[in-house]
């Protein structure tokens, strides 16, 4: 396996999309181990490290809490998540929430799309499902024009 560069907090904050008080505030709070150090105290990390960073950037999108992570981030990549029935079933409702959101969102768009390509018809409501059969067949018809 080749040797891991060692990256400085700089480069750290750049790769991981974290922001360097962020990095810190994280070692603090035991969410990332803490860093080791080059003799005059600066602080080094890792590619693991990186990939680490950018797991816990991945689950903060799903609206997960900090201390939900802890659980996960001490597995590793050979642990099987199923031998954990707990962490499997809360990480299940996450990647639940997720789709919900993400079917949300669509609706949202077929709802944008449909005033863009109907010259702003008003009878949907992307407030909830009711207009999403409608709001899908009228996008279809017209599915590339811009009114």
């Given amino acids: 396996m080749a040797q891991s560069s060692l990256l400085s907090i700089k480069e750290a904050a750049e ?8 990095i ?12 080791a150090r080059k003799s005059n105290g600066h602080r080094t990390y890792t590619d693991d490290n990186i990939e680490v960073m950018k797991l816990i950037v991945c689950m903060r ?14 597995l590793t990549i050979m642990d099987d998540i199923k031998k954990f029935p707990d962490l499997l079933e ?24 449909v005033h863009l390509e109907s010259e702003g018809s008003r009878q949907e409501d992307c407030g909830n499902n009711t ?3 409608e709001i899908r067949r009228k996008r279809k018809k017209t599915a590339f024009s811009v009114k």
């Avoid at 299940?92 to 919900?100: D, F, G, P, T």
């Fill in 15 to 22: 790769q991981s999309g974290l922001t360097e008080d962020t």
């Fill in 24 to 35: 810190r505030y994280y070692e603090k709070i035991g969410l990332l181990p803490r860093a």
């Fill in 61 to 74: 999108k799903t609206g997960m809490p900090l201390e939900d992570m802890k659980p996960y981030l001490r």
């Fill in 90 to 113: 809360n990480i299940l409702a996450y990647r639940q929430s997720i789709l919900e959101q993400m079917a949300s969102l669509q609706l949202i768009v077929d709802f944008i799309d």
């Fill in 131 to 133: 207009g999403l059969p």
